[in-house]
């Protein structure tokens, strides 16, 4: 089992159990895990995100790195949009 543990885009290995009490548990980092942890921690909510894979790469089957227009809204409910924006992310002009 890898022990390894990703904060804030940092990974370090963990040594001993993570004493600290969370509000939610979410298993699963996929679209849907990393969404309802946003929202969870967008209403103040302590949330734990838990993966078994600690390679971010493990998602990475096949992205186009194109967002359709259609999930605008739904970036900027999860507060996303100018996050992605200011990493470089360009409009396509495209919006609905």
């Known amino acids: 089992m890898n022990n ?6 940092e990974a370090s290995q963990l040594d001993a159990p993570i004493n600290e009490s969370f509000d939610v548990l979410i ?3 996929g679209l849907a895990g990393c969404t309802a942890a946003r929202l969870f921690a967008l209403q103040g909510l302590h949330v734990a995100l838990v993966e078994r894979h600690a ?3 493990a998602f990475k089957q096949l992205c186009t790195h194109y967002i359709q227009a259609s999930a ?6 999860l507060g996303l949009d100018r996050l992605i924006e200011d990493a470089g992310g360009l409009r396509n002009g495209v919006d609905i």
């Open 4 to 9: 390894t543990m990703v904060c804030n885009g």
């Open 27 to 29: 298993i699963g980092a």
């Open 55 to 57: 390679d971010v790469a």
């Open 72 to 77: 605008t809204p739904t970036l900027r409910r």
